[in-house]
Nanobody, 118 residues
Framework: EVRLVESGGGLVQPGGSLRLSCAAS????????MSWVRQAPGKQREEIAS???????TYADSVKGRFTISRDNAEATLYLQMNSLKPEDTAMYYC????????????WGQGTQVTVSS
């Protein structure tokens, strides 16, 4: 059974940092491209960062220079380091996985809430 379990969310003040983790199981993690996707209430889902099997990364303009996506294939874990957080980063954050040869994501975690507020 494929499982993706996010953790690390919480309440943080503007300008602060958080590190999200996504523990993967039930599939060969190194063969999957991974992504972080967020959704704020009343807003569309937004893919903010992705990492391919060769560690090539892409970022949405909204987080470029502040967030860093990384993966540890030995631990089957995906990370998102978030710095200089802003109130507009408040959202539910999900990790998603797809086989390297697929263009759409096939598996999703349950999400972790990030709230940026003073």
């Amino acid at each position: 059974e494929v499982r993706l379990v996010e953790s690390g969310g919480g309440l943080v003040q503007p300008g602060g940092s958080l590190r999200l983790s996504c523990a993967a199981s039930g599939f060969t993690f190194s063969n999957y491209a991974m992504s972080w996707v967020r959704q704020a209430p009343g807003k569309q889902r937004e893919e903010i960062a992705s990492i391919e099997t060769n560690n090539l990364t892409t970022y949405a303009d909204s987080v470029k220079g502040r967030f860093t996506i990384s993966r540890d294939n030995a631990e089957a874990t995906l990370y998102l380091q978030m710095n200089s957080l802003k109130p507009e980063d408040t959202a539910m954050y999900y990790c998603a996985a797809r086989p390297w040869y697929r263009s759409s994501y096939t598996n999703w975690g349950q999400g972790t809430q990030v709230t940026v507020s003073s």
